[in-house]
């Protein structure tokens, strides 16, 4: 531009900006600010007008015109309550209605065909953190959701974090209490465990419907799918089928014989077979449609749940899918995300630099002032604080050293690796941390067993068969290999893998007491000062040989001796243990001077317990 520094920092101080030093890097926000300051017109990557424009579709002001669609439900709830038993057996009536006669694969959402011929699409996201990032995304493509409690077992924490849920994404809320065919099952306690967390039923005067239900049995579940429709109607659900497809992404695999697979739901527009979509940063020519039972689709309109192939990458769950007009397009949005993540990342970068930068200038300004006060004769106050400064490092260094955990992890399908990967986040991290180095969709490959040994990590899979290859091929690498199904399993084997990191828990288990009754001087010969014994005789317990053994006065307030036993003898014979009530003679290694008539000689082990990560 021409403009000398200091004419700069003059003008970047009049726009507000403190740091106007030499080695500030600018970010291309903040040079495009002071270039305008200076008559510039700054250009920073700026994207075509239809990369710019490839956004949803404004939504209508009224939708009473449009055809209504069926309501998307996902059923929630703890781990422990029924919920995947109430999914298989929604699942199986599913299967019964039509002509196939199973399933055969696994897909994140299910259709339900009703007797009256209306039907629901549940969700089955894995997990309350995949739920969670969806929303968070703005993804709100659950209409309803089911919260279900055991009716034995009541109200759970993971039953309050679903309420959650199911609260800040403002969606209507159905209780199912399940497994209300056991002898203990207490509906009546579980409606009243809810009140707490402002879940007020229809029968306490509320708005929130409660079926009383059975995953086992099949009993009430036809009731429960009546209740939704019922909700949905009042809802007034509607949908557009027209215009460009928009769809949201629930899960995403590889499949194999197919390639990269994603589970989504349309929102508005019907999908296709080859069509361009676009999602996040990887787009599709759609291959083949099929439903939740691998059947082959022609098209599907909103709130139908569809495996598509085809795509580039895995897309990722919870991101918007649009459709774009051409593959040019679709490459250009693709590449125009790429780089404005890689931008993100970059200032971020740019940032972190500029903090370093500030901490050493501000370490170099503090050895400056240190320089200049030890010159006006503070040399010796400046060296007592370099050096407090100095220990204070030294211990914060042994207090901070973490220890990590390496870990490379495997899932069946993209939701599942976003569930785990958010809960190992949320794994204390103060003294152990783990560090995922690499993750992944689809089965284990010899590469992945390579990366955990190159790194030293575990590797773990997540509801993925492991061939006998492939674990031969990881114990010949000498790579843990832990395949899991449940995800508070798999967080139970990693907080065990982390407590193995950790040094044990050491407490002192008393096994015996003695009485110091008389002390001797006995000459040893090699040696000038003569050796200690002591006289005791044993009041608890048992004093044994191997031991370990303190000294204690004053009621155990004082520890004048902490060791061991040197010798220990019954008269003239030496002896491993001495029973309650035996007088015996005992020495202490090092010979420990400071005995006395009346201290207590405490026998006791050091048990070594396994630390627990909560």
């Given at each position: 531009?021409?403009?000398?520094?200091?004419?700069?920092?003059?003008?970047?101080?009049?726009?507000g900006?403190?740091?106007?030093n030499?080695?500030?890097?600018l970010?291309s926000?903040?040079?495009?600010?002071?270039a305008m300051?200076?008559?510039?017109?700054p250009?920073?990557?700026a994207?075509?007008?239809?990369?710019a424009?490839?956004?949803?579709?404004?939504?209508p002001e009224?939708w009473?015109s449009?055809?209504t669609?069926?309501p998307v439900?996902t059923?929630?709830?703890?781990?422990?309550?029924?919920?995947?038993?109430?999914?298989?057996?929604?699942?199986?009536s599913a299967?019964?209605?039509?002509?196939a006669g199973g399933?055969t694969?696994?897909?994140?959402?299910?259709?339900v065909?009703l007797p009256?011929?209306?039907?629901i699409?549940?969700l089955?996201?894995?997990?309350h953190?995949?739920f969670?990032a969806?929303?968070?995304?703005?993804?709100?493509?659950t209409?309803?959701?089911?919260?279900?409690?055991?009716?034995?077992?009541?109200?759970?924490p993971?039953?309050v974090e679903?309420?959650?849920?199911?609260?800040?994404?403002?969606?209507?809320l159905?209780?199912?209490?399940?497994?209300?065919?056991?002898?203990?099952?207490?509906?009546?306690?579980?409606?009243e465990?809810?009140?707490?967390?402002?879940?007020v039923?229809?029968e306490?005067?509320?708005?929130?419907?409660?079926?009383?239900?059975s995953?086992?049995?099949?009993?009430?579940l036809l009731?429960?799918?009546e209740?939704i429709?019922?909700m949905s109607?009042?809802?007034?659900?509607?949908?557009?089928?027209?215009?460009p497809?928009?769809?949201?992404?629930?899960e995403?695999?590889?499949?194999?014989?197919?390639?990269n697979?994603?589970?989504a739901?349309?929102k508005?527009g019907?999908l296709?077979?080859?069509?361009i979509l676009?999602?996040?940063t990887?787009w599709?020519?759609v291959?083949?449609?099929?439903?939740e039972?691998?059947?082959p689709?022609k098209?599907?309109g909103?709130?139908?749940?569809?495996?598509?192939?085809?795509w580039?990458?895995?897309?990722?769950?919870?991101?918007?899918?649009?459709?774009a007009?051409d593959?040019?397009l679709?490459k250009r949005?693709?590449?125009?995300?790429m780089?404005?993540?890689?931008?993100?990342?970059?200032?971020g970068?740019?940032?972190?630099?500029n903090?370093?930068?500030?901490?050493?200038?501000a370490a170099?300004?503090s050895?400056k002032?240190?320089?200049?006060?030890a010159?006006?004769?503070?040399?010796a106050?400046?060296?007592?604080?370099?050096e407090?400064?100095?220990?204070?490092?030294?211990?914060?260094?042994?207090?901070?050293?973490?220890k990590?955990?390496?870990l490379?992890l495997?899932a069946?399908?993209h939701?599942?690796?976003e569930?785990?990967t958010?809960?190992?986040?949320?794994?204390p991290?103060?003294e152990v941390?783990?560090?995922?180095?690499?993750?992944?969709?689809?089965?284990?490959?010899?590469?992945?067993?390579?990366?955990?040994e190159?790194?030293?990590a575990i590797?773990i899979?997540f509801?993925?068969?492991?061939?006998k290859?492939?674990l031969?091929?990881?114990?010949?690498?000498?790579?843990?290999l832990h395949?899991?199904?449940v995800?508070?399993k798999?967080?139970d084997?990693l907080?065990?893998?982390?407590a193995?990191?950790?040094?044990?828990?050491?407490?002192?288990?008393?096994v015996?007491e003695?009485e110091?009754?008389q002390?001797?001087?006995?000459?040893?010969?090699g040696s000038?000062?003569?050796?200690?014994?002591?006289?005791?005789?044993?009041?608890?317990?048992?004093?044994?040989?191997?031991?370990?053994?303190?000294v204690v006065?004053?009621?155990?307030?004082?520890v004048v001796?902490?060791?061991?036993?040197?010798?220990f003898?019954?008269?003239k014979?030496?002896?491993?243990?001495?029973?309650?009530?035996?007088?015996c003679?005992?020495?202490?290694?090092?010979?420990?001077?400071a005995?006395?008539?009346?201290?207590?000689?405490?026998?006791?082990n050091?048990?070594?317990?396994?630390?627990?990560i909560?």
């Amino acid at each position: 531009m021409g403009v000398q520094y200091a004419q700069l920092a003059k003008s970047m101080k009049k726009l507000g900006f403190e740091n106007t030093n030499t080695d500030f890097v600018l970010t291309s926000e903040i040079a495009s600010l002071v270039a305008m300051e200076y008559g510039f017109n700054p250009i920073v990557n700026a994207m075509s007008s239809e990369e710019a424009n490839f956004q949803p579709r404004p939504e209508p002001e009224d939708w009473s015109s449009y055809p209504t669609r069926r309501p998307v439900v996902t059923i929630m709830g703890h781990v422990d309550h029924g919920k995947t038993t109430l999914l298989d057996t929604l699942r199986k009536s599913a299967v019964a209605a039509g002509e196939a006669g199973g399933i055969t694969q696994h897909i994140g959402a299910f259709s339900v065909k009703l007797p009256s011929g209306k039907q629901i699409t549940f969700l089955d996201t894995p997990g309350h953190a995949a739920f969670s990032a969806m929303r968070a995304r703005g993804a709100k493509v659950t209409d309803i959701v089911v919260l279900v409690v055991a009716a034995d077992d009541g109200v759970m924490p993971q039953t309050v974090e679903a309420i959650k849920h199911a609260q800040a994404a403002g969606v209507d809320l159905i209780v199912a209490i399940n497994k209300c065919d056991k002898p203990d099952a207490k509906p009546a306690k579980v409606k009243e465990g809810l009140l707490r967390y402002d879940v007020v039923l229809e029968e306490y005067g509320g708005e929130i419907p409660s079926v009383e239900v059975s995953g086992l049995t099949g009993m009430g579940l036809l009731e429960l799918e009546e209740t939704i429709i019922t909700m949905s109607e009042l809802a007034d659900l509607r949908g557009d089928p027209t215009g460009p497809v928009e769809a949201t992404i629930i899960e995403s695999r590889v499949a194999r014989g197919r390639g990269n697979c994603a589970t989504a739901i349309v929102k508005r527009g019907t999908l296709k077979n080859g069509q361009i979509l676009v999602s996040g940063t990887t787009w599709a020519k759609v291959r083949a449609l099929c439903d939740e039972n691998g059947r082959p689709l022609k098209e599907a309109g909103p709130s139908v749940p569809v495996e598509l192939s085809g795509w580039k990458d895995l897309p990722v769950a919870g991101d918007a899918v649009l459709e774009a007009a051409d593959e040019d397009l679709a490459k250009r949005v693709v590449d125009a995300r790429m780089a404005s993540s890689a931008r993100s990342q970059l200032i971020g970068s740019i940032d972190a630099l500029n903090e370093r930068r500030a901490e050493w200038r501000a370490a170099k300004e503090s050895e400056k002032n240190a320089a200049a006060a030890a010159k006006k004769g503070r040399a010796a106050a400046a060296r007592r604080e370099s050096e407090a400064e100095k220990e204070a490092g030294v211990e914060d260094e042994v207090e901070g050293e973490v220890k990590m955990l390496y870990l490379v992890l495997k899932a069946d399908v993209h939701g599942s690796l976003e569930a785990i990967t958010d809960a190992i986040s949320g794994l204390p991290s103060h003294e152990v941390q783990v560090k995922i180095v690499d993750s992944g969709v689809g089965a284990v490959t010899t590469s992945d067993i390579e990366m955990a040994e190159a790194t030293g990590a575990i590797l773990i899979t997540f509801n993925l068969p492991v061939d006998k290859k492939t674990l031969a091929f990881a114990k010949q690498h000498s790579v843990p290999l832990h395949p899991q199904t449940v995800i508070y399993k798999l967080l139970d084997d990693l907080k065990d893998a982390m407590a193995d990191l950790l040094p044990p828990v050491e407490h002192h288990e008393v096994v015996g007491e003695a009485e110091i009754l008389q002390l001797f001087d006995i000459k040893v010969k090699g040696s000038k000062e003569p050796e200690k014994a002591a006289g005791c005789r044993v009041l608890t317990g048992k004093i044994a040989r191997a031991s370990c053994v303190k000294v204690v006065r004053g009621g155990g307030e004082e520890v004048v001796y902490d060791g061991t036993l040197k010798s220990f003898r019954h008269h003239k014979k030496d002896i491993t243990e001495a029973p309650k009530g035996l007088e015996c003679g005992m020495s202490f290694e090092n010979n420990p001077a400071a005995l006395a008539v009346g201290d207590r000689v405490v026998c006791y082990n050091v048990v070594k317990s396994r630390r627990k990560i909560q």
